[in-house]
């Protein structure tokens, strides 16, 4: 059984900072894709970062120079550090994971199948 579980979410000003965690729990085995996945009211779920087994990261254009992803191993969390925040970012945020994966990079949403209750991120102007 996997687990995902987001937090770190919250209101901010633009040019502020944010970091969401996620919390991973049970059996992954190997060739995990983790990302994160925002929706914005009225949008399609966007796949903005995504990180393999070994540490490789892509972002998506609208995040890539702001956004960094990184997994800490030992404590079995995923991060997405947010600087630079835009009030385009407000959306719902998720962490989502696949398993047995042939590819990471860019993974679309629709290409997750373990997927976190999400948690929202405002930002004011």
């Known amino acids: 059984q996997v687990q995902l579980a987001e937090s770190g979410g919250g209101s901010a000003q633009a040019g502020g900072s944010l970091r969401l965690s996620c919390a991973i729990s049970?059996?992954?085995?190997?060739?995990?894709?983790m990302g994160w996945i925002r929706q914005a009211p009225g949008k399609a779920r966007e796949a903005i970062a995504t990180?393999?087994?070994?540490?490789?990261?892509s972002y998506s254009a609208s995040v890539k120079g702001r956004f960094t992803v990184y997994k800490d191993h030992a404590k079995n969390i995923l991060y997405l550090q947010m600087n630079n925040l835009k009030p385009d970012v407000t959306a719902t945020y998720y962490c989502?994971?696949?398993?047995?994966?042939?590819?990471?990079?860019?993974?679309?949403?629709?290409?997750?199948?373990?997927w976190g209750q999400g948690t929202q991120v405002t930002v004011s102007s």
């Open positions: 049970g059996s992954f085995y190997v060739r995990v894709c």
């Open positions: 990180v393999f087994d070994d540490g490789s990261a």
């Open positions: 989502a994971a696949e398993r047995w994966v042939t590819y990471c990079t860019d993974r679309g949403a629709a290409d997750f199948s373990y």
